[in-house]
């Protein structure tokens, strides 16, 4: 079993940015912080016996949680939750919001290891995503975490900001592995409608959608640009593509994301947060103040519950675990489901086979180099 604990505070909101987090004020992240403790009392006694072996803190910036609150999170969670001696425990932290004080309490309460939210090297670069740091700060992150103890270390990388050529992301991309973190995260800028890039940028999603020249963000062929430049990069600093869009030095790989793809059941708590456990897929409410109330009264805050088909739970098999490089075990898919895979997809692994999408060996099922390249579409005919 898998635990996810979401802080959804942020100094400022990003302008790309659609995730359940914002700049709130210390009442709202002290009384945030109350209400995550009471969600996982409630918790505890339905999950007395779950082992948890991973525990992936994210938000928002869990760093800018003041760190008396987040100290206090901590220990719940370990008092509420059997977490395993030698759990993954990641969380998320950004530039600009992090203290060495902050870095060893979360140390001393069992996080193992961070996930740095640097998005780009290029200054510029992070000045059009509206991010609050530039690279001289990310380095200080960088070095206090080291300094820390941490060894296990994540950097997120964005590809196709507007502007980002391959020049900017190769030195972005050299100025990173020169550090040698273990674990490199590249996915590509998503404009998501709401946001105030969506507004700036409207024109150009139009044009990018219809396959027309853009003005700013990348077409597809520059994007496909972007993405092969920097695996190359990271393959020839020897890190190892494990899924579409997370490399690693061997042994790194983050085991609570590929549990997610393997579709291990998990808890998520606080806002928006989402679980899968006993088949049904759960998510929390989105409005902060109405998660803590409904807490208040002693209410989960859940505000969906879908209990997914035999159908939908194949599907799922097919799409989340097709991300990994490794792929699909066809012994697993029969276990799980009781069926030969092949009387469920056969005619659609047969196709894709046939076009070099998908390479079948030693009982297993993965997208090839070329599948990877259109993932998306791969991934969309098991739907
Ligand atoms: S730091 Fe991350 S979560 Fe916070 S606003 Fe920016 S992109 Fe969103």
Same mark, same amino acid.
């Given at each position: 079993?898998?635990?996810?604990?979401?802080? =959804?505070?942020?100094? !400022?909101?990003?302008?790309?940015?659609?995730?359940?987090?914002?700049?709130?004020?210390?009442?709202?992240?002290? %009384?945030?912080?109350?209400?995550?403790?009471?969600?996982?009392?409630?918790?505890? =006694?339905?999950?007395?016996?779950?082992?948890?072996?991973?525990?992936?803190?994210?938000?928002?910036?869990?760093?800018?949680?003041?760190?008396?609150?987040?100290?206090?999170? #901590?220990?719940?969670?370990?008092?509420?939750?059997?977490?395993?001696?030698?759990?993954?425990?990641?969380?998320?932290?950004?530039?600009?919001?992090? *203290?060495?004080?902050?870095?060893?309490?979360?140390?001393?309460?069992?996080?193992?290891? #961070?996930?740095?939210?640097?998005?780009?090297?290029?200054?510029?670069?992070? !000045?059009?995503?509206?991010?609050?740091?530039?690279?001289?700060?990310?380095?200080?992150?960088?070095?206090?975490?080291?300094?820390?103890?941490?060894?296990?270390?994540?950097?997120?990388?964005?590809?196709?900001?507007?502007?980002?050529?391959?020049?900017?992301?190769?030195?972005? #991309?050299? %100025?990173?592995?020169?550090? !040698?973190?273990?674990?490199? *995260?590249?996915?590509? &800028?998503?404009?998501?409608?709401?946001? =105030?890039?969506?507004?700036?940028?409207?024109?150009?999603? !139009?044009?990018?959608?219809?396959?027309? =020249?853009?003005?700013?963000?990348?077409?597809?062929?520059?994007?496909?640009?972007?993405?092969? #430049?920097?695996?190359?990069? &990271?393959?020839?600093?020897?890190?190892?593509?494990?899924?579409?869009?997370?490399?690693?030095?061997?042994?790194?790989?983050?085991?609570?994301?590929?549990?997610?793809?393997?579709?291990?059941?998990?808890?998520?708590?606080?806002?928006?947060?989402?679980?899968?456990?006993?088949?049904?897929?759960?998510?929390?409410?989105?409005?902060?103040?109405?998660?803590?109330?409904?807490?208040?009264?002693?209410?989960?805050?859940?505000?969906?519950?879908? &209990?997914?088909?035999?159908?939908?739970?194949?599907?799922?098999?097919?799409?989340?675990?097709?991300?990994?490089?490794?792929?699909? *075990?066809?012994?697993?898919?029969?276990?799980?489901? %009781?069926?030969?895979?092949?009387?469920?997809?056969?005619?659609?692994?047969?196709?894709?086979?046939?076009?070099?999408?998908?390479?079948?060996?030693?009982?297993?099922?993965?997208?090839?180099?070329?599948?990877? %390249?259109?993932?998306?579409?791969?991934?969309?005919?098991? &739907?």
């Amino acid at each position: 079993m898998e635990l996810y604990i979401h802080i =959804p505070f942020c100094m !400022k909101k990003c302008d790309y940015c659609d995730f359940p987090s914002g700049a709130y004020d210390a009442t709202v992240r002290r %009384d945030y912080s109350r209400a995550l403790i009471r969600e996982m009392e409630m918790y505890a =006694p339905l999950f007395s016996d779950a082992v948890f072996s991973t525990v992936y803190i994210g938000g928002g910036t869990p760093s800018w949680l003041e760190w008396e609150h987040m100290e206090r999170i #901590l220990l719940a969670m370990r008092r509420c939750f059997h977490i395993e001696p030698e759990a993954e425990v990641t969380m998320e932290v950004n530039p600009g919001t992090v *203290s060495a004080e902050f870095l060893h309490m979360i140390k001393k309460q069992g996080v193992c290891r #961070l996930s740095i939210g640097l998005q780009s090297g290029d200054d510029g670069e992070l !000045k059009t995503l509206g991010r609050i740091h530039d690279f001289a700060r990310f380095l200080h992150t960088y070095e206090l975490a080291r300094n820390a103890g941490f060894y296990d270390i994540n950097v997120d990388i964005m590809t196709g900001i507007p502007g980002q050529t391959t020049h900017s992301l190769g030195r972005t #991309l050299s %100025d990173v592995i020169r550090l !040698k973190p273990e674990h490199i *995260s590249c996915y590509s &800028l998503m404009v998501e409608e709401g946001t =105030p890039f969506y507004e700036r940028y409207a024109d150009d999603v !139009k044009r990018q959608l219809q396959g027309e =020249p853009t003005l700013y963000l990348p077409t597809d062929d520059e994007e496909y640009e972007l993405y092969a #430049l920097a695996r190359e990069l &990271l393959f020839a600093a020897r890190y190892e593509q494990y899924e579409i869009s997370n490399f690693a030095k061997k042994g790194y790989e983050c085991l609570h994301n590929i549990g997610y793809w393997r579709r291990v059941p998990y808890l998520g708590l606080g806002l928006s947060a989402a679980s899968f456990y006993g088949g049904h897929r759960y998510t929390n409410c989105g409005d902060i103040f109405e998660y803590m109330d409904m807490i208040i009264s002693g209410r989960a805050p859940v505000t969906s519950d879908v &209990l997914l088909s035999r159908d939908d739970a194949m599907a799922e098999f097919m799409y989340l675990g097709l991300r990994m490089t490794e792929g699909i *075990s066809r012994a697993d898919f029969m276990e799980e489901f %009781d069926m030969d895979i092949e009387a469920r997809y056969g005619s659609v692994i047969r196709d894709l086979t046939a076009k070099g999408m998908l390479s079948l060996s030693g009982g297993r099922i993965a997208l090839t180099p070329v599948g990877r %390249d259109v993932s998306n579409t791969v991934l969309c005919e098991f &739907l």
